[in-house]
């Protein structure tokens, strides 16, 4: 029953904004280094954000300054806000945990269209 579920995907502008959730069940989140992760289409999936047990933040150079990972223990979640969305960043989102990644889950698509 362990299980990471993704929330927030939306279609938007360009320059608009999302939030994504990652929330978990049957674990606690904040015991974990947390990634992001999105599939470009025709592409493999790659990493975004991580963020570490201690607080720290690592970005992909594609989204730095635009995306901000952080935490929300009170709702067992990590957040992904993207600002200034552009339509490269069009995706399936997924999130899991860095070291000890579980099954992937369905994801949260995100269409950044005019």
């Known amino acids: 029953q362990v299980q990471l579920v993704e929330s927030g995907g939306d279609s938007v502008q360009p320059g608009g904004s999302l939030r994504l959730g990652c929330t978990g069940s049957g674990l606690i989140l904040s015991s974990y280094a947390v990634a992001w992760y999105r599939r470009l289409r025709g592409e493999e999936r790659a990493s975004v954000a991580v963020?570490?047990?201690?607080?720290?933040?690592h970005y992909d150079d594609s989204v730095k300054g635009r995306f901000t990972i952080s935490r929300d223990s009170a709702k067992n979640t990590v957040w992904l806000q993207m600002n200034n969305l552009k339509l490269g960043d069009t995706a399936v989102y997924y999130c899991?945990?860095?070291?000890?990644?579980?099954?992937w889950g369905q994801g949260t698509q995100v269409t950044v269209q005019q």
């Open positions: 899991n945990l860095y070291s000890y990644p579980m099954e």
């Open positions: 963020i570490t047990v201690g607080g720290y933040t």
